[in-house]
């Protein structure tokens, strides 16, 4: 039985909440609707206490409203400045540039993810096709006759290539290289590919004016999450809480 300030919070409750709260085990599951319905039990209260909007049972005519209400009372959130915002600009440029293009042919080697011994025979072709395009052989003639994909067709090339295209462990290594030929094969989900970048056209850095707000609207909304989640530490140190401990659980309002 868990009691915030004198009040139970039923064992059915916790039961009822876990739907909204996945987690790798019923205990986890148990233990994060216990929290939130404790923590939302200390919202009502100091809510009430305060005179805020509550009905007879105890619960918010209106969660959402009652809680603005709440935290406007009783939590100073600063915003973000142009200065923050420049400064956050200015050390995440990457984020706010748009896409490089690539020109890209390969060769892909194809080999399941758990068969070891075709990988291993896939990343001894790759080093070995790469020696010979090295030494001067086409790209294009080796394509038809080794890749698994079907730009085979086409010489192996893939054309224009721009971020969000290719999967994550491929497009790691493309957009970092070089044009030219790799000198190593890349490792993917589908096997490994022999890479040749043809052409490299960089992003372009969108103007600070162009993402000013959406900067501010995200530094203003990690402020505000990091300003709820003390003022809630506080009200967890400042109550009787019987039946869960906050240490014991993880929590990171607790670290």
């Given at each position: 039985m868990i009691q915030v300030n004198q009040t139970q919070i039923p064992e059915k409750d916790i039961l009822a909440e876990m739907q909204y709260h996945p987690a790798p085990s019923q205990r986890e599951?148990?233990?994060k609707s216990a929290e939130?319905?404790?923590?939302?039990?200390?919202?009502?209260?100091?809510?009430?206490?305060?005179?805020?909007?509550?009905?007879?049972?105890?619960?918010?005519?209106s969660q959402d409203d009652f809680l603005e209400k709440l935290l406007?009372?009783?939590?100073?959130?600063?915003?973000?400045?142009?200065?923050?915002?420049?400064?956050?600009?200015?050390?995440?440029s990457n984020r706010f540039a748009s896409s490089p293009l690539l020109e890209v042919s390969h060769i892909l080697l194809a080999a399941a993810p758990d068969d070891d011994k075709a990988r291993v025979e896939a990343k001894t072709l790759a080093e070995?096709?790469?020696?010979?395009?090295?030494?001067?052989?086409?790209?294009?003639?080796?394509?038809?006759?080794?890749?698994?994909?079907?730009?085979?067709?086409t010489g192996g090339s893939l054309g224009q290539i721009s971020r969000g295209q290719t999967v994550p462990e491929f497009e790691r290594q493309l957009f970092s290289a070089e044009p030219g030929l790799l000198p190593q094969g890349i490792e993917s989900r589908y096997g490994f590919h022999v890479v040749f970048v043809a052409r490299k056209v960089p992003g372009n850095l969108l103007p600070f004016s162009a993402v000013q707000q959406k900067i501010a609207e995200y530094l203003n909304e990690k402020v505000r999450r990091k300003?709820?989640?003390?003022?809630?530490?506080?009200?967890?140190?400042?109550?009787?809480i019987a039946g869960y401990d906050f240490k014991l659980s993880g929590s990171p309002l607790m670290q």
């Open positions: 599951a148990m233990l939130a319905l404790i923590i939302a039990e200390l919202l009502r209260q100091r809510a009430k206490t305060l005179g805020l909007d509550i009905d007879n049972d105890g619960a918010a005519t406007a009372q009783e939590v100073e959130i600063p915003t973000a400045s142009q200065q923050e915002c420049e400064q956050y600009y200015r050390l995440n070995q096709l790469i020696s010979q395009l090295q030494q001067g052989a086409k790209l294009a003639e080796l394509a038809r006759q080794y890749s698994a994909c079907p730009s085979k067709e300003a709820v989640a003390q003022y809630i530490h506080t009200l967890i140190v400042e109550a009787e």
